[in-house]
């Protein structure tokens, strides 16, 4: 079985632009987190969503956004980028959501010049 | 606010010597989770300890929770290359909230 994916792999932007990361989390899956990772540190929870409605959030500003769909696939937006928003984001499923076991992706990469 | 923190930051030790991680909270844990992240890579969930004064082994390595389920050890008995990582704990934030807080990690160097 396939695990959770998350696309694209690395990304490049620049100050002020946008950004949307994807992830499929593992089937049967039908709750989706959030991740940012900083490098040296730990992952910090920015987002959960669990059949399609928010479950918990993170201390990240309005400029993060996310959305679950009805395939459980999730999007993460941010807006407005800042170079300290570079860092590697990652998805994470499980099957009912909550402070349970995390299956996570292998990240995206996003590189804020 | 609720804080996990993991001690040391960085260990180097040469294959074959043991090594211990060790993460206190600063609130009482429903649970803790264990995690290790490979250079480059992802974290990847080792196990999960719920019982006040739990013990649990994976063969070389042996976890442990505290009686007062605010801290955990992971202690690797005679390390290998392959158990080069960064080794994470992680707890449910208290007050009901779906949220995993995870320390800074602990980053293993094994030496051949």
């Known amino acids: 079985d396939a695990g959770v994916t998350q696309s694209p792999t690395h990304l490049i932007k620049t100050r002020g632009q946008q950004v949307t990361l994807r992830c499929s989390p593992i089937?049967?899956?039908?709750?989706v987190s959030w991740y940012q990772q900083v490098l040296g540190q730990g992952p910090q929870f920015i987002f959960q969503y669990y059949e399609k409605e928010e479950r918990g959030r993170g201390n990240f500003p309005d400029r993060f956004s996310a959305r679950q769909f009805p395939n459980y696939s999730s999007e993460l937006n941010v807006n407005a980028l800042l170079l300290g928003d570079s860092a590697l984001y990652l998805c994470?499923?499980?099957?009912?959501?909550?402070?349970?076991?995390?299956?996570f992706g292998a990240g995206t990469r996003l590189s804020v010049l | 606010g609720q804080q996990v923190m993991q001690i040391p930051q960085y260990q180097h030790v040469q294959e074959g010597e043991d090594f211990t991680t060790y993460c206190n909270s600063s609130?009482?844990?429903?649970?803790i989770q264990w995690y290790k992240q490979r250079p480059g890579g992802h974290p990847v969930f080792l196990i999960q300890l719920v019982k006040s004064g739990e013990v649990k082994k994976q063969k070389r390595l042996t976890f442990q929770f505290g009686e007062a389920k605010k801290n955990s050890s992971l202690h690797i008995t005679a390390t290998q290359t392959t158990d080069v990582g960064t080794y994470f704990c992680?707890?449910?934030?208290?007050?009901?909230?779906?949220?995993?807080?995870f320390g800074a990690g602990t980053r293993l160097a094994v030496h051949p």
């Open positions: 994470a499923s499980n099957p009912l959501g909550g402070a349970d076991i995390q299956y």
């Open positions: 609130t009482t844990l429903s649970n």
């Open positions: 089937s049967g899956h039908k709750s």
């Open positions: 992680a707890g449910p934030m208290s007050g009901g909230y779906n949220k995993l807080i």
